[in-house]
């Protein structure tokens, strides 16, 4: 964005905010252009019948100059006040520490947190399963988060596309959450069974799979992140990282399980 064109967005800014200075400022105008309509173009017959036109004085430059640009000043600052108010109150949201929590069960308790589903045809015979990872996204804070969207992703060497995660509760990818909420949402699915022809084994996971970092955005907040280590060897297959675990992924040969 060029500096020309940040001044006129932050003209159209003050202009927006709509403040009464513009009322008056159209007040002093019609009050300062009438006495040069009246003299030059319209003057009443009877002056005496028009007592409010003839009270209407003469204004030297001088004077018109200094009232206008007094009213001027007093319009730019008051309209930047509050720009800038506004602007520093967003930024508070954003530097405030995140209303938004993450929440993953390893006990998976109702299994809320991970399953095994079916994938069924139209003569109603299953086509395929697949796990299900899902986690919680909870409302700490006291107002109302618009545009919730969650986007999960594995973080490996091999190419992996981001995807947004699916509500359960909406079936929709974004959603409000007000002061409490908790909602469950979709973010990993992976074969079933878990092992299969052509997967990377053993150290190789870490390099080509690596972590699933879970990314969490709502309207004029911070986004938030976890990660979690993936072994889709283990159950539950996403765990928090532990601290003695630090590898070298540099060091990693990719190794592929052998087809049966």
């Known amino acids: 964005m060029t500096s020309q064109q940040t001044r006129k967005d932050h003209l159209k800014s003050l202009w927006a905010e709509g403040l009464w200075g513009r009322w008056v400022g159209l007040g002093w105008f019609v009050l300062t252009a009438f006495p040069f309509f009246r003299d030059e173009f319209w003057r009443p017959a009877n002056e005496s019948r028009w007592k409010l036109i003839s009270l209407i004085p003469n204004w030297q430059l001088s ?5 206008t640009l007094a009213l001027m000043l007093a319009w730019v600052y008051e309209a930047s006040y509050r720009a800038s108010a506004k602007v520093k109150a967003r930024l508070s949201i954003y530097e405030a520490p995140s209303p938004i929590e993450i929440i993953f069960d390893t006990n998976n308790r109702q299994r809320r947190f991970w399953s095994i ?79 299969q022809p052509g997967m990377l084994a053993g150290a190789s996971v870490k390099w080509g799979y690596g972590q699933v970092r879970v990314s969490v955005s709502a309207t004029d907040i911070r986004v ?14 996403l765990f928090d990282p532990l601290p003695d ?12 399980v052998e087809g049966c």
């Open 63 to 67: 004077i018109w100059a200094i009232i």
């Open 117 to 195: 589903e079916a994938v069924m045809k139209e003569d109603n015979t299953v086509s395929h399963s697949y796990y299900r990872y899902v986690v919680a996204i909870r409302n700490t804070g006291g107002r109302t988060l618009r545009d919730v969207q969650v986007v999960s992703e594995l973080t490996g060497e091999l190419r992996h596309s981001p995807s947004a995660g699916q509500f359960e509760m909406t079936k929709t990818q974004k959603t409000d959450l007000h002061p409490g909420d908790e909602r469950l949402v979709t973010v990993f699915n992976w074969p079933y069974p878990a092992i």
């Open 224 to 237: 938030v992140e976890r990660s979690f280590d993936f072994d889709y060897t283990r159950e539950p297959m």
């Open 245 to 256: 675990e630090q590898s070298d992924l540099d060091a990693f040969n990719p190794v592929r």
